[in-house]
């Protein structure tokens, strides 16, 4: 999983040319949970038919050229390693910012869930 590599491939829509700004957001696993508890990783789980509507919900945006994903599903991942990269490409940033926001919190409420895996405290 690559930003670089999803910004790439963003960049080839058709109507490229009406984006005036793209904006990433790289999600990696960190060494804490939410309730400060060490962990050494984590496993996500996606709800594919759930992400095609609210990556589809974002595209009808006004301003929006195209919202693109990749979720590291289904796999054991440590900390550091990237869990999403999250690209949304439009025409000002306004509207990238706002539907960037508007599909992350989506994606994390309603689209995938975790395990976090914790360190022993022996």
Do not use: W, Y
Request: charged share 30%.
């Amino acid at each position: 999983m690559n930003a670089a590599d999803l910004i790439t491939s963003i960049k080839q829509h058709p109507n490229f040319d009406q984006a005036g700004m793209v904006l990433c957001h790289n999600g990696v696993v960190r060494a804490t949970s939410r309730d400060g508890r060490r962990v050494s990783g984590l496993r996500v789980h996606v709800d594919r038919e759930r992400l095609g509507a609210v990556l589809e919900a974002g595209r009808q945006r006004p301003g929006i050229v195209d919202v693109r994903v990749k979720i590291a599903a289904d796999r054991d991942l440590t900390v550091g390693d990237d869990v999403m990269v999250l690209v949304v490409a439009g025409d000002v940033r306004e509207n990238v910012i706002a539907v960037l926001e508007e599909t992350l919190k989506a994606i994390k409420t309603t689209v995938t869930s975790k395990t976090e895996f914790f360190v022993d405290n022996d």
